[in-house]
């Protein structure tokens, strides 16, 4: 009889062990970078989903199970024994739990024992959820999370009321995606750009239509932007230069081209490789779809609206 007592104080110590082992902490990821691994078919990520609303409560009632078998094992040794001999038992077995828990020798055990239980928990858990989450703590400790991707980041900043202004938010957001960037995303449509032809004559007319325009340099074309012969400078047909009779005399070299498709920062380092500042836009078509200058990039880095008006006035 005392062999059976004993076997099964020793086999509730063990099970308060191995409660004890259980872990229901939370991923250190938030739950926007949870959902987007999710959606990438991570599924760790979609079972941290799963599981999160539930840690609160799984966490409570691991507490309850811990207090229950520890009444039953005191409640077991004290009722067989003198009550003071089943206080030392009771001791006694407490100081050898506490030292296996210590030498983490039951902590695989407890680990694969969990990830074998807690599906089963979980759907008990949700079933019985109006009762089981009274046992959740009232008061849980404000947790850390770490910022598991740039995308998160910018959702955060996106959302912060307390800390940025607007304006340092949209600096912070455009550097943060500026990488993502292309050279369409900013570019001047091929519809926006102020065009005149090499053909005609500068004189009041082309002049006056110019200034109508309100722009400082045009691309100068031969009846359309497929045929792009260069740039032309306000300045430079305003000069009263004799030579100049008609547009295509005053056109300065083709703006170099960059690809539609290109990431925005290719505009930095074009610019310092040719020292231009104004770029033709083509699609792998070779075919013109737009303009962009240095400073629509360094616009949108600096988080500020680009402002096509001085993309068109831009200096090439």
């Known amino acids: ?3 059976l007592i004993l076997a099964s104080a020793i086999s509730l110590a063990g099970a308060i062990a191995l409660i004890r082992g259980f872990q229901f902490a939370p991923s250190e990821l938030s739950e926007f970078e949870l959902a987007r691994r999710a959606d990438e078919g991570d599924g760790t990520a979609a079972y941290e989903l799963y599981r999160r609303p539930l840690l609160p409560t799984l966490s409570g009632l691991r507490s309850f199970k811990i207090v229950l078998l ?7 040794l004290v009722a067989t024994h003198e009550w003071w001999i089943g206080l030392l038992l009771l001791l006694a077995i407490w100081l050898a739990t506490e030292l296996t828990i210590a030498k983490g020798w039951l902590a695989s055990a407890a680990h694969g024992l969990q990830r074998f239980l807690e599906p089963r928990i979980i759907t008990t858990v ?20 770490a910022i598991g991707s740039r995308e998160e980041l910018v959702e955060v900043i996106t959302h912060d009321t307390r800390f940025l202004t607007a304006a340092e938010k949209a600096r912070v957001q455009s550097a943060l995606t500026f990488d993502d960037l292309k050279v369409v995303d900013v ?9 005149v032809d090499v053909k ?5 007319v082309l002049l006056d239509k110019l200034h109508k325009d309100g722009h400082r340099i045009f691309v100068a074309v031969k ?3 497929d045929h792009i012969q260069g740039l032309l400078y306000m300045r430079d047909v305003t000069s009263g230069h004799p030579e100049i009779k008609t547009v295509a005399d005053a056109t300065r070299p083709l703006a170099p081209r960059v690809s539609q498709d290109a ?11 040719t020292g231009k500042q104004l770029f033709i836009v083509i699609d792998e078509k070779n075919d013109v779809k737009g303009l962009i200058t240095l400073a629509d990039a360094l616009a949108r880095l600096n988080g500020s609206p680009v402002q096509r008006e001085l993309a068109l006035n831009a200096e090439a």
């Open 263 to 273: 990431p925005l920062s290719e505009i930095l380092s074009a610019a310092l490789l």
């Open 70 to 76: 520890t009444s039953l094992l005191a409640t077991l």
């Open 126 to 145: 949700r079933h019985a959820s109006s009762v089981l989450k009274h046992l959740a703590p009232h008061h849980a400790a404000l947790r850390a999370q």
């Open 200 to 204: 005609e004559t500068v004189g009041p």
């Open 187 to 195: 570019m001047v449509a091929r519809d926006k750009i102020a065009t």
């Open 1 to 3: 009889m005392e062999i």
């Open 223 to 225: 009846k359309d932007l």
